[in-house]
């Protein structure tokens, strides 16, 4: 037996010592001075690589160009680059979800099957499987990779306590309770100038927000065969109420509000709640004194139904087809989605898609440090048990779905349509993307 355990002992340190080697073999310097172009979404994954662009450089020896835009002229700059068939761009930020299909049917996306699956050009410790199932099927087309997840998100309910406890409203358990809520807000003198709600207005952006509103009133996208059922009464429940909550408590021009106009207001105490995105915690939690007066969790259920159904998905970061640098920009896509870097861009609020670091002590150290961090994480952790990536009917045309989603609740709480009526109508467009 004796014997036995020092075989077993010496072949495990024998491995160890192997997997060591190997991961200290691999060559890093491969493309020493070459330099990557990367488009981005303004995103706190972004800023941060941006920041770190030099640990890159130290490593490997190549250098990264980074621009960075907010999403509708990043979508902008990204299409007129890749139509073009342009080499400039070699890495670039994507939402397979929406644009997937049709940007993998257009021929942007690299395959990174065959460099995943060389030893030549992924590092033996990178472990593929680290990842979450979903996240990984999320980055595959076709039986082909063609990204790798950088984040884990979705729109979370964020209220300020402060301001709810002056003017003595209970914190919303239900749906149904936010129209109460507002309502006592708007009649309270000691909320001040802050505004009672705000939410994406901007039709493009609306699909997103208003999502979990239609599922928890028992909604749904599309029905049992396939159709749109926007027009549905629980669906029309949902959007009516998303659309009100904006006409009778949000700001003035918020047709024209996005996230980066709700995070203001919310980050400087003049908002008292609002249904946003998880991945703007860190944006948040920036400005003095949020760490201490907001609360954060998933929008409350339906009271009525029991449903509580989140919109959950994570930004990919993709190597374009046209790059001439493509072994290099998979060496990129591995440094900044590695176990490692994930956990030093959870201190950035970017919650992390592999399991080890999700699960692991740095993540959980700074989780632990204050409360709202805590919930916020427990929050993650409940829409990616819950949640779904569906916020338009099945069709291959996301865009132009979520824009007429987001253009059917505008229209009603601009007061150019009553709920029913535009819903219906919205259906009946849908139908014709089919």
């Known amino acids: ?208 927000a208003v999502s979990s509103f239609i599922y928890n009133s028992g909604g749904n996208f599309s029905g049992s065969d396939g159709k749109p059922s926007l027009c549905s009464a629980n669906s029309v429940k949902g959007a009516e109420l998303y659309a009100n909550m904006l006409k009778d408590y949000g700001p003035p021009g918020a047709a024209n509000h996005t996230f980066t106009q709700v995070i203001e207001m919310l980050g400087q105490g003049k908002l008292a709640m609002t249904h946003e995105s998880s991945n703007e915690f860190a944006n948040i939690m920036k400005f003095p004194g949020r760490d201490q007066d907001i609360g954060v969790k998933v929008l409350p259920k339906g009271k009525a139904t029991g449903i509580s159904k989140p919109i959950v998905f994570g930004w990919g970061v993709s190597v374009s087809n046209f790059s001439t640098k493509k072994d290099a920009a998979w060496y990129f896509l591995q440094w900044a989605t590695s176990a490692e870097m994930e956990a030093r861009l959870v201190k950035n609020g970017v919650a992390p898609p592999r399991t080890s670091v999700f699960n692991g002590p740095d993540f959980k150290t700074w989780t632990t440090e204050l409360p709202i961090r805590q919930s916020w994480a427990n929050s993650l952790i409940e829409i990616s048990k819950t949640g779904t990536a569906i916020s338009y009917p099945p069709t291959s045309r996301v865009v132009e779905a979520r824009e007429l989603v987001g253009g059917g609740i505008q229209k009603i709480f601009l007061g150019q349509g009553n709920a029913k009526d535009t819903m219906c109508q919205v259906d009946v467009e849908l139908a014709k993307l089919q």
Request: glycine share 8%; hydrophobic share 45%.
């Open 1 to 208: 037996m004796r014997n036995a355990l020092t075989v077993l002992a010496s072949a495990a340190a024998l491995l160890l010592s192997s997997g060591t080697a190997m991961a200290q073999a691999f060559n890093w310097k491969k493309h020493d001075g070459q330099t990557l172009n990367l488009l981005l979404n303004n995103h706190p994954w972004s800023q941060a690589i941006k920041d770190m662009s030099g640990d890159f450089a130290a490593k490997t020896g190549i250098r990264l160009r980074v621009e960075i835009f907010n999403e509708e002229q990043f979508r902008a700059r990204l299409n007129t680059m890749m139509q073009a068939k342009s080499s400039d761009v070699d890495v670039f930020m994507s939402l397979k979800f929406r644009e997937g299909a049709i940007y993998d049917q257009a021929g942007w996306y690299a395959n990174l099957t065959p460099l995943l699956n060389s030893s030549a050009s992924t590092a033996p410790d990178f472990n593929f499987n680290d990842f979450g199932e979903g996240l990984r099927n999320a980055e595959t087309i076709g039986g082909k990779l063609v990204g790798l997840p950088i984040n884990l998100e979705g729109p979370l309910f964020y209220w300020n306590k402060s301001i709810f406890q002056k003017c003595n409203v209970a914190e919303p358990m239900f749906l149904e309770d936010l129209p109460e809520a507002a309502a006592k807000l708007k009649a309270c003198p000691a909320k001040g100038d802050a505004v009672v709600w705000a939410a994406r207005g901007i039709r493009g952006a609306i699909s997103y």
